[in-house]
């Protein structure tokens, strides 16, 4: 019986690669998921400009995270078509990242394990990130803003047992991800994943944006994670803090709103980056 089952195992495994293979090969769904990248773009872009907005103190009380970036877009003209197509977009790009999951990505190593775990991490985000524009785009509302769900979750997480050391934990992991985030920014990583012919002053340009985008990227996940100890140590779940609340948390630090200010910028580069990057990745 358990020769069977682990018979039906393999061969459910070796048709999902398969799959994968043809995938990987299937223009309609590399074009699909450079739409998905452009929409990875504007949302880290719109979220970038909205806190410029706080930094300068202008604009009202715009909300700096994924939600305010959705509300944003949907205020616009053709906002509901716009929403969709960011949504669908990103829901291409999550299945673009199973599929590198599976095959690898492109570049030198793409088949290591740590670039095809990346690539799984990478789907999870983006499936995640395309539910919640969706439900928005469906009248569903788009759940909770980025800082009630990261108290909600660490309040749930600090009731478990050792909860104040699991929540701890995964502060350390979201200070590791935007370390590594910041690591692999000023490692011009992302050439490995550019077009050979990418030359001159068009490759200078993406190194600028991965570079910056990617520095403050890992700036912000690093800031997150700190409030989330906070929140472990003192066992509160007020103190954690999402994307917003974390951004505008900067302003407070020495040379606050200039300092916000860099961060928001480096967000809207990275923003340009994920553009830049449907342009020119190789797939």
Avoid: Y
Wanted: hydrophobic residues 50%.
């Amino acid at each position: 019986m358990s020769g069977t089952v682990t018979e039906q195992g393999r061969r459910a495994a070796d048709g999902a690669e398969r799959a994968a293979h043809r995938g990987a090969r299937s223009p309609v769904l590399r074009r699909a998921a450079r739409i998905g990248l452009v929409a990875r773009g504007v949302i880290h872009g719109v979220v970038g400009l909205l806190a410029l907005q706080i930094a300068f103190g202008s604009g009202g009380d715009p909300q700096a995270d994924q939600q305010g970036a959705v509300q944003e877009l949907a205020a616009q003209p053709f906002g509901a078509a716009l929403i969709w197509a960011v949504g669908c977009g990103l829901a291409a790009l999550a299945l673009w990242r199973v599929v590198e999951a599976i095959v690898g990505p492109a570049g030198p190593d793409g088949g290591k394990a740590g670039k095809r775990l990346g690539a799984a991490g990478g789907s999870v985000a983006c499936a995640v990130i395309s539910f919640s524009v969706l439900s928005f785009a469906v009248g569903a509302g788009g759940g909770e803003s980025g800082d009630e769900r990261s108290r909600d979750m660490t309040a749930r997480a600090l009731e478990l047992p050792a909860g104040p050391w699991w929540v701890g934990i995964a502060g350390l992991a979201v200070i590791g991800a935007g370390g590594w985030f910041v690591v692999r920014a000023v490692g011009m990583k992302h050439r490995e994943r550019l077009r050979a012919d990418l030359r001159g002053g068009a490759r200078r340009l993406v190194d600028v944006l991965a570079v910056g985008g990617g520095t403050a990227r890992g700036l912000v996940f690093a800031t997150v994670g700190v409030f989330v100890i906070r929140a472990a140590v003192r066992f509160d779940p007020d103190e954690a803090k999402g994307l917003d609340d974390a951004l505008r948390s900067l302003a407070d630090a020495p040379a606050g709103p200039w300092l916000l200010t860099a961060v928001a910028l480096g967000l809207t580069l990275f923003g340009g980056f994920a553009i830049a990057m449907a342009r020119w990745q190789r797939m």
